[in-house]
């Protein structure tokens, strides 16, 4: 199984305040079950540099479960998230859930769309 890895590079700029870089980012190049991970490194202009790191695994062609990692040092809460998302034809659901320290979970759900 050959996949796709990327040396540190620039990825994007979230704003003109923040910077991301992807270390290592892989995804099955089938496209049908599989595991993608994900670990950026984003440096906010006024805060000290994180890391996020990410994975989904791909159970059927349609179904993904997710986790992942919120290394921001300010952020409440231990960092960890989980979701899972589903898509049939042209409607996909998504869900996703955040620790967030004395604040609670946050839950967020999504549905989307899309027209051919």
């Known amino acids: 199984m050959s996949g796709r890895k990327s040396p540190l590079s620039r990825s994007r700029n979230l704003s003109h305040n923040a910077s991301r870089w992807s270390i290592v980012r892989y995804r099955d190049p ?3 079950c599989g595991l993608t991970l994900a670990f ?5 202009r006024y805060e000290k540099l994180y890391w996020d790191a990410g994975c989904e ?3 059927v062609k349609t179904v993904g479960l997710r986790i992942g990692y919120n290394g921001r040092e300010y952020r409440p809460g231990s960092g960890l998230t989980l979701g899972c998302g589903a898509a049939v034809k ?3 659901v998504d869900y996703a859930w955040t620790s967030y320290g004395d604040l609670g979970s946050i839950h967020r759900f999504a549905l989307y ?4």
């Open 40 to 44: 950026d490194v984003v440096k906010p």
């Open 30 to 32: 089938r496209r049908r």
């Open 57 to 59: 695994l791909m159970l």
């Open 113 to 116: 769309f899309t027209m051919h």
């Open 90 to 92: 042209n409607i996909s």
